[in-house]
Nanobody, 127 residues
Framework: QVQLVESGGGSVQAGGSLRLSCAASGDIGRVYRMGWFRQAPGKEREGVAI???????AYADSVQGRFTISQDNVRNIFYLQMNHLKPEDTAMYYCAHSRTNLPVGVLLRNSQAFGNWGQGTQVTVSS
């Protein structure tokens, strides 16, 4: 079983930065996708960033150029660096793991492909 624990959320002013971390334990596999999703109250869950096993990433248009997904393979930690934050980025952010090799762009809009989820970490951006 794969367990995911997010951290790094908080409250910042517009224009600020945060780095979210996702610590993965268990066997994530040789082929996988990692994703960051977010959900604001009353809104549908939205794919933010997806990464593939050996590179390859996809980002939501709304965060392109501002967010970066990366990983520390030694420690099995995945990151979402968020820069130039906007109030509309306010949401609960979730880390997710999928045992698939689906295209990363497709997975941005297919959260059902992810079988393992973290507990979430809150990001609040004030104007």
């Amino acid at each position: 079983q794969v367990q995911l624990v997010e951290s790094g959320g908080g409250s910042v002013q517009a224009g600020g930065s945060l780095r979210l971390s996702c610590a993965a334990s268990g066997d994530i596999g040789r082929v996988y996708r990692m994703g960051w999703f977010r959900q604001a109250p009353g809104k549908e869950r939205e794919g933010v960033a997806i990464s593939a096993t050996y590179g390859g990433t996809a980002y939501a248009d709304s965060v392109q150029g501002r967010f970066t997904i990366s990983q520390d393979n030694v420690r099995n930690i995945f990151y979402l660096q968020m820069n130039h934050l906007k109030p509309e980025d306010t949401a609960m952010y979730y880390c997710a793991h999928s045992r698939t090799n689906l295209p990363v762009g497709v997975l941005l809009r297919n959260s059902q492909a992810f079988g393992n989820w973290g507990q979430g970490t809150q990001v609040t951006v004030s104007s």
